[in-house]
């Protein structure tokens, strides 16, 4: 863990960044973990909180952005012909996407409290077709409320490191 602290007080505020944009693709270290850990930083002082907030909060919805933009680029046709390998038939994709056309909005935003969700949701929304206005809403909502949650329970809570 003492490594993990080093890069982060070496790299700042970028560390923050690119280690959220990245998480979105699934990187070792849960997000979550990632803003918990940011939060611990910013009570020791290493972080301004505001300012590690408004990163932690940019990092999410860049990586956001370009699963979103993978799913609307290439997820429909990707999905039709691979899903099966993840019992994703045909059949079973329309009703995925007619489920998403009327709760999507709200399971982008939920999504953010589910370990591994907002994953899936980002490029599901995109190859959904969800309107970008629409996405960038609720999926604004759900990253600034689980970054100020995590990040704060991170502040508060003193690590034993």
Not at 70 to 76: E, Q, S
Not at 144 to 156: E, F, K, P, Q, R
């Amino acid at each position: 863990m003492l490594q993990f602290q080093e890069f982060f007080i070496q790299y700042g505020y970028y560390a923050i960044f690119i280690f959220l944009a990245l998480g979105i693709f699934g990187l070792p270290v849960p997000d979550e973990v990632v803003v918990a850990f940011v939060g611990h930083l910013s009570s020791l002082g290493t972080f301004n909180y505001p300012v590690a907030m408004l990163v932690t909060m940019l990092g999410v919805m860049s990586g956001t952005l370009v699963t979103f933009t993978f799913g609307r680029k290439i997820g429909k046709p990707l999905l039709y012909k691979y899903g099966k390998w993840i019992s994703l038939s045909p059949k079973r994709l329309q009703r995925v996407n007619r489920w998403f056309d009327r709760y999507g909005s709200w399971a982008v935003t939920i999504g953010y409290f589910v370990p591994g969700m907002r994953h899936v949701i980002c490029y599901m929304s995109g190859s959904s077709g969800m309107e970008f206005r629409k996405y960038i809403l609720f999926a604004s909502i759900g990253t600034a409320i689980s970054s100020i949650i995590c990040l704060t329970i991170g502040y508060l809570i003193k690590l034993p490191f």
